[in-house]
């Protein structure tokens, strides 16, 4: 089993920046990819992008290319969203993934096995 915790969200203007974390135990050799995805009231759970682990290969959804990127530091298991340029429309939960497969370009949330409990982001003046 890998456990994942999210921390970082917050209330932030538009046009502002946040950082959310995510920490990993557990059986992490399991977690060969790990992803962030959101979800805002009334949607589906939204891919946001993700990172292979291994090699540190990323992957990012459209709308938020350019604005978001992820790190990682692997002697913490820590994974990283560096968000800029937020905008209203990025409010929503956003959670941690992983999978112990290599497929962290993928946009299903059926596909990661382990999820975090979520950190609420909320972009308003």
């Known amino acids: 089993q890998v456990q994942l915790v999210e921390s970082g969200g917050g209330l932030v203007q538009p046009g502002g920046s946040l950082r959310l974390s995510c920490a990993a135990s557990?059986?992490?050799?399991?977690?060969?990819?790990r992803a962030w995805f959101r979800q805002a009231p009334g949607k589906e759970r939204e891919f946001v992008g993700g990172?292979?682990?291994?090699?540190?290969?990323?992957f990012y959804a459209d709308g938020v290319k350019g604005r978001f990127t992820f790190s990682r530091d692997n002697a913490k298991n820590m994974m990283y969203l560096q968000m800029t340029g937020l905008k209203p429309d990025d409010t929503a939960i956003y959670y941690c993934a992983a999978t112990q497969y290599n497929r962290y370009n993928s946009r299903w949330p059926v596909d990661y096995e382990y999820w975090g409990q979520g950190t609420q982001v909320t972009v308003s003046s």
């Open positions: 557990g059986r992490t050799v399991s977690s060969a990819s």
């Open positions: 990172i292979n682990w291994s090699d540190g290969s990323t």
